[in-house]
């Protein structure tokens, strides 16, 4: 199993062939032992990473070998090894991301998956608080996104109170954590296009330039400590924020703007960096373009 997961994903389909290896050899082990039963479920988790970075085509044989793994990790004691909650979360997550990408997405599937997954880990005293609600985060996250990507009133209310419950999660580790921080921006993204689409009220346009500013902060904190993973977010953060203020409120855009260029808020390369020069072509643009646009 360690040689599969260290060809992953370089190599996805050699490691499969090591993972059901694996998988052969922990059958011969008893079962009803919940330290076989959970490296057996191991295996089964390995196997549907392998299919998943293998494609689209592959991702029946993904989630059968989920539902592998979740029969095995459905019978181990739960409080007995915080691993064993934590295993069991983290599959009925990625199962769920599987379901929500196939086409068409099972989205009502994949939300029930990370319900069940939210309830695991509400019950799991086991793991260490900060990991916990990280790993809460997570999960939150992720379901925010499934529910806005369904467009309608009622699954952007859910979603923006999954993704309100994700940074609650989140909010004392962002600054200290880069995870924590990843899963912190991508919930403000999520809210942020959920805003995007309700705009007309003045306490929503307040919502979505707090969000917008917030974010970017965190991402020019990180950029000073030289962790640039975040630009690509934080260059949508920086199209969307701009956006708002050209509508709604102008008389604040040059500020907003002018702290996303300053390089003594973050560094000189996060300024350069393609997806915020990329960023700022877009933004100027869109002012061009609505130059004359009638209030």
């Not at 600054?175 to 942020?192: I, N, P, Q």
Request: aromatic fraction near 6%; charge should be negative.
């Amino acid at each position: 199993m360690k040689e599969g997961i260290r060809l992953m994903p370089s190599d996805a389909d050699t490691a499969l062939a090591y993972f059901d290896r694996a998988i052969e050899l922990r059958r011969s082990l008893p079962a009803e032992v919940p330290r076989h039963a959970y490296g057996l479920a191991a295996c089964w988790l390995n196997r549907a990473e392998a299919l998943t970075c293998l494609g689209p085509a592959h991702q029946a044989q993904a989630l059968r070998a989920y539902d592998e793994a979740l029969v095995l990790l459905r019978t181990l004691p739960l409080g007995d090894d915080a691993r064993f909650s934590k295993r069991l979360a983290i599959a009925q997550q990625n199962r769920a991301l599987v379901l929500a990408a196939q086409k068409p997405p099972a989205t009502a599937d994949a939300i029930a998956a990370l319900v069940d997954a939210i309830a695991v880990l509400d019950q799991a005293d086991a793991i260490h608080a900060p990991e916990r609600e990280y790993l809460l985060a997570v999960v939150w996250m992720n379901l925010a996104n499934i529910l806005a990507s369904e467009a309608t009133i009622e699954s952007d209310l859910a979603a923006r109170e999954a993704a309100r419950r994700a940074l609650e999660s989140v909010n004392a580790q962002e600054r200290d954590d880069a995870a924590a921080a990843e899963a912190g921006l991508k919930a403000r993204h999520v809210l942020c296009q959920i805003a995007g689409r309700r705009l007309s009220v003045k306490d929503d346009v307040h919502d979505a330039t707090d969000l917008a500013d917030e974010g970017l902060v965190l991402v020019r904190e990180w950029e000073r400590r030289g962790v640039d993973r975040f630009r690509n977010l934080a260059a949508d953060l920086f199209q969307f924020g701009a956006r708002v203020y050209a509508y709604y409120q102008p008389h604040f855009l040059h500020e907003f703007v002018s702290e996303q260029l300053d390089p003594q808020q973050s560094a000189p390369s996060y300024v350069q960096s393609r997806p915020m020069q990329e960023a700022i072509a877009e933004i100027a643009t869109f002012l061009e373009q609505n130059a004359e646009r009638p209030d």
